[in-house]
């Protein structure tokens, strides 16, 4: 009965009640995507602010846990990002074979590194050896940089979403939502060069481990 309840209260953290919330949001920005550009763009967006709360919460109500990783790099890297990718692929079919690409790499490249991240005996997928890529020990290890990366290559699809609908209003002589796409696309840009490095690295760490087994 007491580990039932232990059980229980992982559940009922509140940094995982905010990844449940997170999860409720896309999901419904999901239902009005086709249709209704305003409230899917409040919602999923309001979704992946929250995220920069759930990290803080568990920190601050000292209620961190494996579930809660879990939960938070599920809503990252899958449930949110897949179905606005998946949206824009049909809005730009022109272009969906590149989105599509680019939700795989992001997702293979995460998935990999979290299981190399396993297999070398990491208590957590952010913490990197001491020869690992300079750009890959930075993304994980400032806070601020990773937020906003992460935020910035949000930004970039959710402002290519908007544009099907609408430039956005008038800002500095052009449309607010253009002017976001083209602010946040180098950052877009940089952080699939980082799922690059990041898929290359995770690869050739399941590669050794696979190498020193066979030597036992």
Same mark, same amino acid.
């Given at each position: ?23 409720l ?12 550009? /305003?409230?899917?763009? @409040? *919602? %999923?967006? #309001?979704?992946? =602010? $929250? ?34 990718? /998946?949206?824009?692929? @049909? *809005? %730009?079919? #022109?272009?969906? =074979? $590149? ?40 993304? %994980?290890?400032?806070?601020?940089? $990773? ?24 800002f ?6 253009i ?38």
């Amino acid at each position: 009965m007491a580990e039932d309840r232990k059980t229980c209260s992982v559940y009922l953290y509140i940094p995982n009640i905010i990844g449940y919330v997170r999860i409720l949001l896309a999901l419904l920005s999901f239902y009005y995507m086709p249709t209704d550009y /305003v409230r899917a763009g @409040i *919602l %999923y967006t #309001t979704s992946c =602010l $929250l995220d920069a709360f759930d990290g803080y919460a568990a920190r601050y109500f000292n209620q961190v846990s494996l579930f809660g990783a879990v939960l938070d790099l599920l809503t990252d890297r899958v449930i949110a990002p897949v179905g606005l990718l /998946v949206t824009l692929s @049909i *809005l %730009y079919p #022109t272009y969906s =074979l $590149l989105f599509q690409l680019f939700l795989v790499l992001d997702i293979s490249s995460h998935w990999l590194h979290l299981h190399s991240s396993i297999l070398t005996g990491k208590q957590s997928h952010k913490t990197l050896d001491k020869d690992a890529n300079a750009l890959m020990k930075f993304y %994980y290890s400032n806070r601020i940089f $990773l937020f906003s990366m992460a935020a910035g290559n949000e930004l970039f699809f959710v402002s290519l979403y908007l544009l099907y609908f609408t430039q956005g209003p008038l800002f500095a002589g052009g449309g607010l939502f253009i002017i976001m796409a083209a602010a946040t696309a180098p950052v877009a840009a940089l952080k699939l060069w980082v799922s690059v490095i990041q898929l290359k690295t995770a690869v050739t760490k399941i590669v050794k481990v696979d190498g020193n087994q066979k030597h036992l």
